[in-house]
């Protein structure tokens, strides 16, 4: 997404010209996430060095190194206060790499520590950044109005000029005359061929003809000039062609310029009518007293909808003009190899009954279904939706050739991050090194996320271990539940909180060097809030307490791509 050096002055971070910490920005594709962080060492070279920095518009590297042998520019310290974690690790570049975009790197996916981040010292003066343009009026649009029973209203042909302009950046509007300065005949007949019509009759200001708006009425209005100055060149067949001055004036409202244009007003294009559409369709029995998929035969049920989603209907698809062609082409749409037979529910009731059709109100949705000879797609067939002249008995029922499509896997739940809490206040805070594990998980297509906590069925010491150092300690000092220990989150807030399991039966094999070679349950449990596991990991040699901030971020692999979460991504978006 980008990049920059940086430095520290004070307690700030700030551009280092070109000299600093490299910083880079990395984002999703779909927008739905950035993260702000440093480049690792890892496989960094004086080649790489030379492309990095012609990258950030400098000519060359003059020298680099990495914060661990230099914290000129930002301390180590600095960048874990500031939660600047590497965000790009391993960049190679080829020998005959010329750009960064060349280059290959592991993008939120790393095993890097601050020390090892990347500053740089590049030849050259740090480039001036493009000057973010002043913001300034622009034409949005106009009409030619008249006052009708004291009401300013659309003239038609005739009537003052009322123009709409407005900023850029749009952080400003306005709506108002123009004033006749400069304008003249040829201006005239651009200015009515711009709004529409065929050129112009006649044209004047309010001062000499009050017939379409008064002064007066400018002004009770406040119609003040937005356009002055408006000059066309001869060669000029546009309005966009002339100069102009916008919220610029020395006019009066009586200066304010009407016209009577040739021609009609022109007819605005009419808002097409919102109709029926085909939204799917699917073959369906019974079951019991129960409707279901009924794979590759059954009725022919379909749902059509409006085009502006007002409305919708379920039913289905009469047999009137319906024969073995139109038969073909709906299986084949279905996702099946062809037909194998059909026909209508009158002599058929194996698939739905009549009587329950009308019991469930599956009345018919498609008729007249013509499919011509050429026909390959069931789009290419014309039908009367939602108007038709059916009984139940004529619904058409297909047996498909071929098995059934496979439907669409559910979305799984997936892990997503996981910290240690407990309650400061009433309110649920980190926990730093001790707290009652709370779990962060989402669907793989991304719709549900929810936060809950790990029950210690089938958790033990060496699954202690393993979490502590999945979320960045070294080791377990000791775990329990909160049955037994409710002084960092007790059950009785678990259950005003909303907290429930959402991790049961992790069970870590005894050769498991990480928390993801373990298997559980996720969502799924027979657990209640007393037995929601708290752990107090330690970190270092001599097994001090302490708080990795690095360790609380996760890599993942969430819909099929990388993504990097860190504990303090969660905060303000969990629901507790």
Same mark, same amino acid.
């Given at each position: 997404?980008?990049?920059?050096?940086?430095?520290?002055?004070?307690?700030?971070?700030?551009?280092?010209?070109?000299?600093?910490?490299?910083?880079?920005?990395?984002?999703?594709?779909?927008?739905?996430?950035?993260?702000? &962080?440093?480049?690792?060492?890892?496989?960094?070279?004086?080649?790489?060095?030379?492309?990095?920095?012609?990258?950030?518009?400098?000519?060359?590297?003059?020298?680099?190194?990495?914060?661990?042998?230099?914290?000129?520019?930002?301390?180590?310290?600095?960048?874990?206060?500031?939660?600047?974690?590497?965000?790009?690790?391993?960049?190679?570049?080829?020998?005959?790499?010329?750009?960064?975009?060349?280059?290959?790197?592991?993008?939120?996916?790393?095993?890097?520590?601050?020390?090892?981040?990347?500053?740089?010292?590049?030849?050259?003066?740090?480039?001036?950044?493009?000057?973010?343009?002043?913001?300034?009026?622009?034409?949005?649009?106009?009409?030619?109005?008249?006052?009708?029973?004291?009401?300013?209203?659309?003239?038609?042909?005739?009537?003052?000029?009322?123009?709409?302009?407005?900023?850029?950046?749009?952080?400003?509007?306005?709506?108002?005359?123009?004033?006749?300065?400069?304008?003249?005949?040829?201006?005239?007949?651009?200015?009515?061929?711009?709004?529409?019509?065929?050129?112009?009759?006649?044209?004047?200001?309010?001062?000499?003809?009050?017939?379409?708006?008064?002064?007066?009425?400018?002004?009770?209005?406040?119609?003040?000039?937005?356009?002055?100055?408006?000059?066309?060149?001869?060669?000029?067949?546009?309005?966009?062609?002339?100069?102009?001055?916008?919220?610029?004036?020395?006019?009066?409202?009586?200066?304010?310029?009407?016209?009577?244009?040739?021609?009609?007003?022109?007819?605005?294009?009419?808002?097409?009518?919102?109709?029926?559409?085909?939204?799917?369709?699917? #073959?369906? %029995?019974?079951?019991?007293?129960?409707?279901?998929?009924?794979?590759?035969?059954?009725?022919?049920?379909?749902?059509?909808?409006?085009?502006?989603?007002?409305?919708?209907?379920?039913?289905?698809?009469?047999?009137?003009?319906?024969?073995?062609?139109?038969?073909?082409?709906?299986?084949?749409?279905?996702?099946?190899?062809?037909?194998?037979?059909?026909?209508?529910?009158?002599?058929?009731?194996?698939?739905?009954?009549?009587?329950?059709? %009308?019991?469930?109100?599956?009345?018919?949705?498609?008729?007249?279904?013509?499919?011509?000879?050429?026909?390959?797609?069931?789009?290419?067939?014309?039908?009367?939706?939602?108007?038709?002249?059916?009984?139940?008995?004529?619904?058409?029922?297909?047996?498909?050739?071929?098995?059934?499509?496979?439907?669409?896997?559910?979305?799984?739940?997936?892990?997503?991050?996981?910290?240690?809490?407990?309650?400061?206040?009433?309110?649920?805070?980190?926990?730093?090194?001790?707290?009652?594990?709370?779990?962060?998980?989402?669907?793989?297509?991304?719709?549900?996320?929810?936060?809950?906590?790990?029950?210690?069925?089938?958790?033990?010491?060496?699954?202690?271990?393993?979490?502590?150092?999945?979320?960045?300690?070294?080791?377990?000092?000791?775990?329990?539940?909160?049955?037994?220990?409710?002084?960092?989150?007790?059950?009785?807030? #678990?259950?005003?909180?909303?907290?429930?399991?959402?991790?049961?039966?992790?069970?870590?094999?005894?050769?498991?060097?990480?928390?993801?070679?373990?298997?559980?349950? #996720?969502?799924?449990?027979?657990?209640?809030?007393?037995?929601?596991?708290? #752990?107090?990991?330690?970190?270092?040699?001599?097994?001090?307490?302490?708080?990795?901030?690095? &360790?609380?971020?996760?890599?993942?692999?969430?819909?099929?791509?990388?993504?990097?979460?860190?504990?303090?991504?969660?905060?303000?978006?969990?629901?507790?």
């Amino acid at each position: 997404m980008g990049a920059g050096l940086y430095r520290t002055e004070g307690e700030e971070i700030i551009p280092g010209g070109n000299a600093g910490v490299l910083l880079a920005v990395v984002g999703m594709t779909d927008d739905s996430q950035d993260s702000m &962080g440093t480049l690792c060492d890892d496989h960094f070279n004086n080649h790489s060095a030379g492309i990095a920095c012609r990258s950030l518009g400098f000519d060359g590297v003059i020298q680099w190194g990495n914060v661990g042998n230099n914290e000129d520019f930002i301390s180590e310290s600095a960048l874990r206060e500031n939660e600047f974690y590497t965000v790009v690790d391993n960049m190679q570049c080829p020998e005959t790499a010329m750009n960064v975009t060349e280059c290959d790197a592991d993008l939120m996916d790393h095993n890097c520590s601050p020390y090892e981040s990347v500053w740089l010292e590049c030849a050259g003066s740090s480039p001036e950044p493009e000057p973010e343009p002043e913001p300034e009026w622009q034409f949005m649009g106009a009409i030619l109005a008249r006052t009708i029973d004291g009401q300013i209203v659309e003239a038609g042909n005739a009537g003052v000029v009322l123009i709409s302009v407005a900023m850029s950046d749009g952080s400003d509007t306005a709506f108002g005359t123009l004033c006749d300065d400069y304008f003249n005949d040829h201006s005239a007949g651009i200015a009515c061929r711009s709004l529409g019509f065929d050129g112009v009759i006649q044209w004047g200001n309010v001062g000499n003809n009050e017939d379409f708006i008064s002064e007066s009425a400018l002004r009770e209005n406040e119609f003040y000039t937005v356009v002055d100055n408006m000059q066309c060149p001869e060669t000029a067949m546009n309005v966009t062609e002339c100069d102009a001055d916008l919220m610029d004036h020395n006019c009066s409202p009586y200066e304010s310029v009407w016209l009577e244009c040739a021609g009609s007003s022109p007819e605005p294009e009419p808002e097409p009518e919102p109709e029926w559409q085909i939204m799917g369709a699917g #073959l369906y %029995r019974t079951e019991g007293e129960e409707i279901i998929p009924g794979g590759n035969a059954g009725v022919l049920l379909a749902v059509v909808g409006m085009t502006d989603d007002s409305q919708d209907s379920m039913g289905t698809l009469c047999d009137d003009h319906f024969n073995n062609h139109s038969a073909g082409i709906a299986c084949r749409s279905l996702g099946f190899d062809g037909v194998i037979q059909w026909g209508n529910v009158g002599n058929n009731e194996q698939y739905i009954s009549t009587n329950l059709l %009308r019991e469930y109100n599956l009345d018919t949705v498609v008729d007249q279904m013509s499919c011509p000879a050429d026909a390959r797609n069931v789009t290419d067939c014309e039908a009367d939706l939602m108007d038709h002249d059916c009984s139940h008995y004529e619904s058409v029922w297909l047996e498909c050739e071929g098995s059934s499509p496979e439907p669409e896997p559910e979305p799984e739940w997936q892990f997503m991050g996981a910290g240690l809490y407990r309650t400061d206040d009433g309110e649920i805070v980190e926990g730093r090194n001790a707290g009652v594990v709370l779990v962060h998980l989402a669907t793989s297509d991304g719709t549900q996320v929810v936060s809950g906590t790990l029950c210690d069925d089938g958790f033990d010491d060496h699954a202690a271990r393993l979490a502590c150092q999945s979320i960045g300690y070294d080791d377990v000092r000791e775990w329990g539940n909160v049955e037994r220990n409710g002084d960092y989150i007790s059950w009785e807030d #678990l259950v005003h909180y909303g907290l429930e399991t959402v991790v049961d039966e992790l069970s870590c094999p005894a050769d498991a060097a990480h928390i993801s070679s373990c298997s559980s349950q #996720l969502i799924q449990h027979d657990c209640y809030e007393g037995e929601s596991v708290w #752990l107090d990991c330690a970190e270092g040699e001599d097994g001090e307490d302490g708080e990795n901030e690095e &360790g609380n971020f996760f890599e993942l692999d969430f819909k099929g791509v990388k993504v990097g979460l860190k504990l303090g991504d969660f905060r303000g978006r969990i629901r507790f």
